[in-house]
């Protein structure tokens, strides 16, 4: 059975990146068909879809984050990574991996603020 954990800073300044990183267990993040997705929860909203990186190193994000947003892999550890530019508080959120067949992480809190 795969397991995702999410794994980063929990404090980062406005206009700083984030960077978080998955590592997945239990199956390669470069199995056939896997997709694997960044989603996020402020405080008191709805979930919100980043963005993925599929087996084959695809990459498709939401429109509204794409400016800002990469998704990146690093195979031989098996973690796949996000970063964001130039937060805000708005980004501010709980930051969950996920993988194609509904896995997730347990997720991880990120503060915006200086």
């Known amino acids: 059975q795969v397991q995702l954990q999410e794994s980063g800073p929990g404090l980062v300044k406005p206009s700083q990146t984030l960077s978080l990183t998955c590592t997945v267990s239990g199956g390669p993040i470069t199995a056939d068909y896997y997709y694997w997705t960044w989603i996020r929860q402020p405080p008191g909203k709805g979930l919100e879809w980043m963005g993925r990186i599929g087996y084959d190193g695809s990459t498709y994000y939401s429109p509204s984050l794409k400016s800002r947003s990469s998704i990146s892999r690093d195979t031989s550890k098996n973690q796949f990574s996000l970063h964001l530019t130039s937060v805000t508080p708005e980004d501010m959120a709980v930051y969950y991996c996920?993988?194609?067949?509904?896995?997730w992480g347990q997720g991880t809190q990120v503060t915006v603020s200086s």
């Open positions: 996920a993988d194609s067949t509904g896995e």
